[in-house]
T-cell receptor
């Protein structure tokens, strides 16, 4: 199993450009999440999904859109990138169980907006 | 969700036990304590979680006080590879949904 895979791992954008980050998991997990992490800070939840076809806003959703068309994939889109969106983005997934606290994280996608 | 307070940084000698404290004085009865760590900007890694009783797994032990207002994560024999930021998180229920990561504790294991 590959676990949680994020692509691309690095990207440089110019202000106003758009892009999509792809998260794929092969563990048949119901829940998926997108976090961002700025230098020296903890992770902040952007959007999450509790199942195929459903998404919900997290703590910092502005400027981002998401889609969960397939259970195994969770896409994060930036329609018009801004320098404030320079960050490391982490995707995570978890099973639909209430007795575990484990999130499985990808290795991160480092985005720079110039 | 209850907020947590952790020291910003700690050092530990290699081979010794690392004891990382966490204060969660406003914790509710249905809230679990989770610990994650993040090694050098990699994706966070789950360590352990618990509700009331002390817990132990292959990575660490979690000691929760009787009043549940604080807890301690114990790495019994710290190695250089344990150098990381450790996050203590409190979350209602057993669900992993919407875990909120604070700033954590930077643990540095010294040779």
């Amino acid at each position: 199993n590959a676990g949680v895979t994020q692509t691309p791992k690095f990207r440089v954008l110019k202000t106003g450009q758009s892009m999509t980050l792809l998260c794929a998991q092969d563990m048949n997990h119901e829940y998926m999440y997108w976090y961002r992490q700025d230098p020296g800070m903890g992770l902040r939840l952007i959007h999450y999904s509790v199942g195929e076809g459903t998404t919900a806003k997290g703590e910092v959703p502005d400027g981002y859109n998401v889609s969960r068309l397939k259970k195994q994939n969770f896409l994060l889109g930036l329609e018009s990138a801004a320098p404030s969106q320079t960050s490391v983005y982490f995707c995570a997934s978890s099973p639909d169980r209430d007795y575990t606290g484990e999130l499985f994280f990808g290795e991160g996608s480092r985005l720079t907006v110039l | 969700d209850a907020k947590t307070t952790q020291p910003t940084s700690m050092d530990c000698a290699e081979g010794r036990a690392a004891n990382l404290p966490c204060n969660h004085s406003t914790i509710s009865g249905n809230e679990y304590v989770y610990w994650y760590r993040q090694i050098h900007s990699q994706g966070p890694q789950y360590i352990i979680h618990g509700l009331k009783n002390n817990e132990t797994n292959e990575m660490a032990s979690l000691i929760i006080t009787e009043d549940r207002k604080s807890s301690t994560l114990i790495l019994p024999h710290a190695t250089l590879r344990d150098t990381a930021v450790y996050y203590c998180i409190v979350r209602a229920g057993g669900s992993a949904r919407q875990l909120t990561f604070g700033s954590g504790t930077q643990l540095t294991v010294l040779p």
